[in-house]
């Protein structure tokens, strides 16, 4: 099926979850990521049973502090 990580089209097994296509796209620092399917952010504990659909949006976000 066909999804889109991070503004490119990708390939993927059916029925995918978050923490799959974690492990697959390589992310750094997995443990710091958010996620988000279709500007909606997926809770941490559901990422190994959310799976993905056809045509979905996924993007890995990193919140970083920062200043004095």
Known sequence: MKIT???E???VKD??????LIEQE???TPQYVTV???DAF???DTFGT??????DV???LYFMGGGR
């Open 9 to 11: 089209s990708k390939e």
């Open 36 to 38: 988000s399917v279709n």
């Open 42 to 44: 997926v809770q941490r």
């Open 5 to 7: 990580v991070a503004g």
């Open 50 to 55: 959310a799976a993905l659909k056809e045509g």
């Open 58 to 60: 996924v993007e890995f």
């Open 15 to 20: 029925g995918i979850t978050i923490q799959e």
């Open 26 to 28: 390589n992310v750094e």
